[in-house]
């Protein structure tokens, strides 16, 4: 799951940044406005945990803007500003949350949990299934018909984005931009690759499926018989 953390406190977002990465989440960092509403637009993040008071433009201005642009990703607003008006103001605007600094760690990992349960395209602890196969992506573990194996990181963040999008072609650049992050310079044959893995890893379990390619947009998963 990739998070977008926009936050202008340089130890704070350092901070939930490592803490973050620890609990297993891909986290892209920003620390103004401007920088929160471009990485957002690119509408490749689960979840975005964003200050109010940033510079260069104020997160309610980007959550406006987000909105309007049907961009749905579900937003944690992280601040200071704890008044009951505050709250509500926040709330109306778009945001499907509303944490108050100081906060603990875990409870911002139980607001994260909450929000993305309510949608069952991005909830953190179920198993992914489709059709003759299970995957978990708590411990990254593919199970099949004959067998199960265990992905590795990039492994997991592709077949997760395919089974929670299934039947659908995925472009590529979805897929490099989600897997290896809006400032990664991975080379377009790094994604091949890690197709060719997959498909392996779906042969060596047992499934029907595979990745079909569909030339010249992207890759989409299939039955194969």
């Keep these: 799951m990739r998070i977008l953390l ?3 406190d340089e130890n704070l977002n350092r901070t939930l940044t490592e803490r973050l990465r620890t609990k297993g989440f891909d986290v892209d960092s920003c620390f103004d406005g401007d920088e929160a509403l471009y990485y957002a637009s690119q509408n490749i993040h689960d979840v975005i945990l964003l200050d109010r008071m940033l510079p260069c ?6 959550l406006e803007r987000l909105r309007k642009a049907n961009i749905a990703v579900p937003i944690i607003f992280i601040t200071a500003l704890g008044s009951l008006n505050d709250k509500v ?3 109306n605007l ?22 993305t349960r309510r949608s069952p395209m991005l909830s953190m602890s179920k198993d992914l299934c489709l059709m003759d196969i299970s995957f978990c992506p708590e411990n990254d573990m593919l199970t099949g018909p004959e067998r199960s194996c265990s992905l590795s990181k ?3 963040a592709l077949l997760e984005i395919f089974l929670r999008n299934p039947n659908q072609t ?16 991975v080379e377009s044959g790094n994604l091949d690759n890690y197709i060719h893995f997959l498909r392996r890893r779906l042969k060596t379990v047992g499934s029907s499926l595979t990745l079909k390619t569909v030339r010249g947009v992207g890759y989409c998963i299939q039955d194969c018989t």
């Design 6 to 8: 926009a936050e202008d």
């Design 57 to 62: 433009m104020e997160g309610t201005e980007v």
């Design 89 to 91: 103001t926040g709330l």
């Design 94 to 115: 778009g945001a499907d949350d509303y944490l108050v600094k100081p906060f603990e760690f875990d409870e911002l990992l139980a607001r994260i949990q909450c929000v």
């Design 154 to 156: 990039k492994e997991s």
């Design 170 to 185: 995925i472009p590529r650049t979805t897929l490099l931009l989600k897997v290896w992050g809006p400032e990664s310079d």
